[in-house]
């Protein structure tokens, strides 16, 4: 099938796991460089920045992407818009920056709040050049294109680590990484910059869009909740252990996750009208989603201190525990998030926005609740007990869709089953010979392949869905 999720998957998961082995050696030798404080003050403002940039890009991104067809008059009223969008955000962000600084006890952040405001312009100026190539599903070009740039900023950021730029070489990266992109999107999708008229098609455009973005603030704000609060009543050095935990996991959700709904949001779309269609490729999809969260989050979860040892270094042992907390969360987020796919590529913006409210509550609720009263580890506990109770809410809200539920729960049961018993296997026999190092990465190895072995053993069926992983060499 020419549209196979799969099949489409496949370089840009490439893509992905290179640029997650990048960020991991960059962060790995930027960590013996930069401290905890300076990790924390950093990822303290980005969370404030993320609360204080709510309205985002009023949902045009979403909107361009979700149409079956997009004219050019559309295409340039959608980049002007966020043009608009991007410059209000770096005015209003130079306004409130003392105010961050005073919020966090820490005027250097004032400066850093400068800088990460254009890097939100920048951002906003490549978006619909980005859009243009994921429509014409440029994946190839996609990821060639951001691996490259990663390498570039990633030696910007350690070099600038190792002359001693502190939390400075974290900032400079991203803006290396963004004004690259910048370039690079609009030379690979050949990208015009064109007036425009408003008709009837951008208004229609727009108000779906906005009527998204109202979920969108509510997931900028639960995002970035955790660490704006932490910011304050934990401390920055918490606030560091903590970003530095969240990000192994953020770039999972990000990189990998998010690369598959990349390639199969536009499919889905197309397919809005066709239910059979549709459902078979949200299956597709999900069995791809749950096979990479559960071999990862189990790598995560049964080997974080060889993890966080060779990743961060000596100094970094309160992120063990937080990191095996977190990643219990990916048992529950893959059904969590491809409940956004199903009304979003349907057009139903009512059941999305339903759907996203219910959810951020009550997991903006947890967290908040979780960092006031116990702090850095009732934050990471919140986070996970929220995603659980999700799942529930997710349910009754979804029964419009007559979803396949005793489906979605197989098709999660199985990984979550071969990852359980690959993690008990290796944890017992780890335990029974030396522990250093070495030992320690052949377990690792050995988890991987006792997982792969079961997924491979256990057939399919009408309730389990799984990997075809012969559709990845498919020329059909």
């Known amino acids: 099938m020419s549209d196979s999720i799969i099949k489409k998957s496949i370089l840009p998961l490439i893509g992905s796991m290179g640029k997650y082995l990048i960020q991991i050696v960059r962060v790995g030798i930027i960590a013996r460089f930069v401290l905890p404080e300076d990790y924390g003050i950093v990822a303290a403002v980005q969370g404030i920045i993320g609360l204080s940039t709510i309205l985002g890009d009023f949902g045009m991104t979403t909107a361009a992407l979700q149409k079956r067809t997009l004219s050019s008059n559309s295409e340039s009223a959608f980049f002007w818009f966020n043009v608009v969008i991007g410059s209000l955000l770096v005015i209003i962000l130079s306004l409130i920056a003392p105010f961050i600084g005073n919020y966090l006890n820490n ?4 400066n850093i709040v400068y800088a990460l405001a254009i890097n939100y312009l920048i951002i906003s100026l490549y978006s619909q050049a980005l859009v243009k190539l994921k429509r014409e599903l440029k994946f190839k070009r996609i990821t060639l294109l951001e691996i490259s740039t990663t390498i570039v900023s990633s030696f910007v950021g350690v070099m600038l680590a190792i002359n001693g730029y502190k939390y400075w070489s974290l900032i400079y990266m991203q803006l290396a990484d963004s004004i690259l992109l910048l370039f690079g999107y609009f030379i690979l999708s050949k990208y015009k910059i064109r007036k425009f008229k408003i008709d009837d098609e951008i208004k229609g455009s727009m108000k779906f869009g906005i009527s998204v973005n109202i979920m969108n603030v509510l997931n900028r704000i639960t995002k970035n909740a955790d660490l704006s609060l932490l910011g304050r009543f934990a401390g920055i050095t918490a606030t560091g252990f903590y970003s530095r935990a969240i990000s192994l996991t953020n770039i999972l959700n ?69 990191l095996r907390i977190i990643s219990v969360s990916f048992l529950f987020l893959p059904f969590n998030t491809i409940s956004d796919q199903i009304p979003l590529a349907k057009g139903d913006s009512l059941s999305y926005n339903k759907i996203g409210v219910a959810k951020n509550v009550i997991k903006l609720s947890l967290i908040i609740s979780g960092t006031l009263f116990w702090g850095l580890w009732g934050c990471a506990l919140g986070l996970v007990i929220s995603e659980f109770v999700n799942v529930f809410i997710i349910i009754l809200l979804m029964k419009k869709y007559t979803l396949q539920i005793n489906k979605f729960v197989l098709t999660s049961l199985f990984p979550f089953l071969f990852c359980l018993s690959s993690g008990i296997v290796c944890y017992v026999l780890n335990s029974l010979v030396v522990d250093n190092i070495f030992n320690k990465l052949v377990a690792i ?32």
């Open 107 to 110: 005027f250097e952040a004032v």
């Open 254 to 322: 990000t990189q990998l996750r998010g690369t598959i709904f990349t390639v199969s949001f536009p499919i889905l779309a197309k397919n809005q009208d066709n239910d059979l269609v549709f459902f078979k490729k949200i299956f597709e999809s999900y069995a791809l989603i749950v096979f990479i969260n559960c071999l990862i989050g189990g790598v995560l979860f049964w080997f974080a201190d060889v993890i966080i040892s060779l990743y961060l270094g000596p100094g970094w042992d309160d992120v063990v525990p937080l």
């Open 445 to 476: 190895a050995l988890y991987c392949t006792l997982f792969f072995l079961q997924y491979i053993a256990v057939p399919a069926n009408s309730n389990y869905e799984k990997i075809k992983f012969n559709a990845f060499f498919s020329k059909k």
